[in-house]
């Protein structure tokens, strides 16, 4: 009963993350920008690297990541303007290495780097705190009520119908917003794998985006579940655990598609 009551707080974090995640990753699939979300969330990273090596306190890193992430949504919503001029994936890669470098720069001059790094890379949702769960909750809720309400224009974005640059920074805005809580929470891997895994696996079924959806919500429930319990038991981190669970189940299911292919 004690471990339950320990383990409900992350798995329910692990929950919310896939639901939110999920369903960008099934953008970012479509637009076929697979390092965007690894790029923006290492541009984020380096808001923070910057408040450690000020000595902000929490407060003030979330303020300091905010700063970031609006930075960033906005540098994103020129994307299909920078690409008339190169390949957006190229200019998605240099972004992240940039953003990786200037992190190491700053996290370097203070006195725990490496374990600032590490935090920023692997989260530790295990600790989370009902806090935490209930701040980030209201905070996807309120991002998934805007992209219900306006979902005609969000997925007319994606599937080419067009939008305006105003609904892009809107995407990528609220996108951003929701990296700056899940990075903190759950670090840059767990994030990318929630994102890019559940609606890789979803789309070797169907390319209906609410069946994608559905079945990414339902392996990735499943591997939060086992994944945060087996950290816990043989004390392991939690991050790469579900990481490399989701990697692998990929894998597999990519194996057996091949094989009836």
């Not at 099934?26 to 969330?41: K, P, Q, T």
Request: aromatic share 16%.
């Amino acid at each position: 009963m004690e471990a339950f009551q320990f383990l409900v707080i992350p798995f329910l974090g692990c929950v919310i993350l896939v639901l939110i995640h999920a369903y960008f990753g099934i953008h970012i699939l479509e637009r076929g920008v697979i390092f965007l979300d690894l790029s923006l969330a290492q541009f984020i990273a380096v808001g923070i690297a910057v408040s450690f090596f000020l000595g902000k306190d929490d407060s003030s890193r979330y303020l300091f990541a905010m700063a970031f992430a609006v930075l960033g949504a906005s540098i994103l919503s020129f994307s299909k303007q920078i690409a008339r001029h190169v390949n957006i994936e190229a200019f998605i890669g240099v972004l992240y290495v940039f953003s990786f470098a200037v992190s190491i720069l700053f996290l370097d001059r203070t006195a725990h780097g490496l374990e600032e790094f590490k935090s920023i890379l692997n989260g530790n949702i295990l600790w989370m705190s009902g806090a935490d769960l209930l701040k980030a909750s209201l905070l996807y809720a309120a991002i998934g009520g805007v992209h219900v309400v306006f979902r005609k224009k969000f997925m007319g974005l994606t599937y080419g119908a067009g939008g305006g640059f105003l609904w892009e920074f809107l995407f990528f805005l609220t996108f951003a917003l929701v990296l700056v809580s899940s990075v903190q929470i759950a670090g840059i891997l767990q994030v990318f794998s929630f994102l890019v895994i559940p609606a890789l696996i979803g789309r070797f079924y169907t390319r209906k985006p609410l069946q994608i959806l559905l079945r990414g919500w339902a392996i990735g429930f499943a591997v939060c579940m086992a994944g945060v319990t087996l950290s816990y038991r043989f004390d392991v981190p939690t991050a790469p655990l579900i990481v490399a669970a989701l990697s692998l189940i990929f894998f597999l299911l990519l194996a057996l598609k091949a094989r009836k292919a």
